[in-house]
């Protein structure tokens, strides 16, 4: 379209030589209308510049239209147990280092863990204030991994069928947070052992271990 309309643009100019001779030059008359051009832009108001931060933030907006974040919370909670989880050995936080531990919690070959009736009574009593579905049926499995507090190489816990699960949470938030009420779903409620601890010297030159699980 421009092309066309430039070469439209043309007319007849008179062109005298220094000899007396006249003749007539067909030239597109494109100076006046590069002007133009250039004015009517001059005229247009400028769009203000876009902060990198602003451009970003458009940008994933747009990425992520149609998805929805979900937020998981992992939490580890400590029972009032009078012993250990998987041995007859006294818990009691806060003692010696290594003052109450047997061959089980030292991961001797031969040593067989028993579970606490009482690790299983407290698990129940939580997936039920969870509103959880209690399995009738349920496993421990070995979970394979190297530490240096984890004397077994592996830590007794829970995996494809924990003691609770599919339960929920009903809560009246704040005003400050927006008020309402909401529901937040729980995926599961599973029993493990704990780790133990590191204790690092001042100097960082040593480390002395701390089985408490």
Do not use: W
Not at 33 to 52: G, V, Y
Not at 124 to 138: D, F, Q, W, Y
Not at 149 to 163: E, R, W
Request: proline share 7%; aromatic share 8%; glycine share 8%.
């Amino acid at each position: 379209m421009a092309v066309t309309l430039l070469r439209g643009m043309r007319t007849p100019i008179p062109f005298r030589s220094n000899s007396g001779f006249f003749s007539t030059v067909l030239r597109p008359r494109l100076s006046r209308f590069t002007t133009r051009a250039e004015s009517a832009q001059a005229t247009e108001p400028k769009a203000a510049p876009r902060s990198i931060q602003l451009a970003t933030k458009e940008a994933a907006e747009q990425k992520t239209q149609g998805f929805e974040a979900i937020i998981g919370i992992e939490t580890h909670v400590q029972l009032s147990t009078v012993t250990k989880a998987f041995c007859s050995c006294p818990y009691s936080y806060g003692s010696q280092p290594n003052s109450t531990i047997c061959p089980t919690c030292m991961g001797h070959p031969g040593t067989l863990p028993v579970l606490n009736e009482k690790v299983v009574e407290c698990a129940v009593k939580l997936g039920l204030a969870l509103n959880c579905e209690i399995s009738m049926t349920s496993k421990f499995d070995r979970k394979q991994y190297f530490y240096p507090d984890l004397p077994k190489g592996y830590q007794i816990s829970q995996f494809d069928i924990p003691i609770a699960k599919k339960g929920c949470v009903d809560l009246d938030l704040p005003v400050e947070f927006g008020g309402g009420h909401r529901k937040f779903g729980v995926t599961r409620v599973h029993m493990e052992e704990d780790a133990g601890k590191l204790l690092h010297s001042e100097s960082s030159s040593y480390s002395q271990v701390f089985l408490v699980y």
